[in-house]
């Protein structure tokens, strides 16, 4: 595992993506990818608003093209998908073209992640955009309720899904009101191993960042991850956010431990000055009460996907 740390480490120090400003547009530049326009969220600072030209995911980011510079990542599934920006990351890789798969139970966001694949899946690219949530079985069209960061399948009490009074404050604010009303919608409930063999699809990276419902995401690929190791890109909440599905941290990731996978714990996931740890079931970044992130693989992962020089 030492050897993958090391690795992503040195990567992560000459990562550089930038957000440049030319004749008053934005474009985010990396390298082996194709210039992406850019529209940066205005930036807030004492009742002044600028463009906020900073990267919030540049460690991801940075992880995401580590994977797809190294090994020979063909399908790409997107959990949680939100406003596309790691399904169009993947769709503007250059050397090679990237499957993409984007699931995001937002309904008000489909119509945008639809227009970023028609722009980007072409010349032998592939994309699509489903509107719907990853859990753990395949449930057809369900009635969902959601907020912006949140999924519920049954109907929530408010406690569960309010914001506290001081992160109502914060987005307020940014301009971002309302961010946790609660909504209504019938959306497909699908499952990755599900979804992967209606489809006929073989995901070699599966990135999850589900607010909360990671536990049942990664349950319902219990049998993708026996069977074809794909690496796993994981935001993990705090239990708090994971107690609607009746788990916490160690349980959401069980799944993975049991199928013999490795982890990686990125320390701080906001930082591309971040350290990297190898860690195990038992390790005590799984009690931290964050945001954290972590890479998993197995050591048939890296049999299957080979090595890229």
Not at 30 to 59: C, S, V
Not at 101 to 112: C, D, G, I, N, R
Not at 210 to 230: N, Q
Request: charged share 30%.
């Amino acid at each position: 595992m030492t050897a993958m740390r090391d690795e992503i480490s040195a990567f992560l120090k000459t990562f550089q993506p930038r957000v440049a400003g030319r004749n008053g547009s934005y474009y985010l530049e990396i390298d082996r990818f194709a210039t992406i326009p850019w529209h940066p969220p205005m930036k807030g600072r004492l009742f002044q608003n600028k463009p906020n030209t900073e990267l919030y995911e540049e460690t991801t980011t940075g992880l995401v093209a580590f994977l797809l510079d190294h090994f020979d990542i063909r399908t790409f599934f997107d959990a949680g998908a939100a406003s596309g920006y790691f399904s169009r990351l993947c769709l503007t890789y250059l050397p090679r073209a990237i499957d993409v798969h984007a699931f995001e139970m937002q309904p008000s966001l489909t119509p945008k992640l639809d227009a970023i694949m028609a722009e980007w899946a072409k010349d032998g690219r592939s994309g699509k955009a489903y509107c719907a949530g990853l859990s753990d079985s395949d449930r057809g069209t369900s009635h969902v309720w959601y907020s912006v960061t949140k999924l519920y399948e049954t109907k929530p009490e408010e406690n569960d899904y309010r914001d506290s009074v001081w992160r109502r404050i914060k987005f307020a604010l940014k301009g971002r009101r309302n961010r946790d009303e609660l909504k209504e919608a019938d959306i497909e409930i699908t499952s990755i191993d599900a979804f992967s063999k209606r489809e006929n699809v073989v995901p070699d990276l599966i990135k999850i960042d589900v607010d909360g419902h990671e536990g049942p995401v990664l349950k319902g690929g219990r049998e993708t991850f026996a069977t074809h190791f794909p690496f796993v890109v994981l935001e993990l909440h705090k239990d708090r956010m994971l107690a609607k599905t009746g788990m916490n941290r160690r349980d959401a990731v069980k799944v993975l431990f049991d199928a013999g996978y490795q982890a990686l714990f990125v320390n701080d996931h906001h930082d591309l000055e971040t350290t990297l740890s190898d860690v195990g079931e038992g390790d005590a970044a799984f009690d931290r009460q964050k945001t954290d992130q972590f890479l998993f693989w197995h050591p048939k992962t890296l049999e299957r996907l080979g090595r890229r020089n």
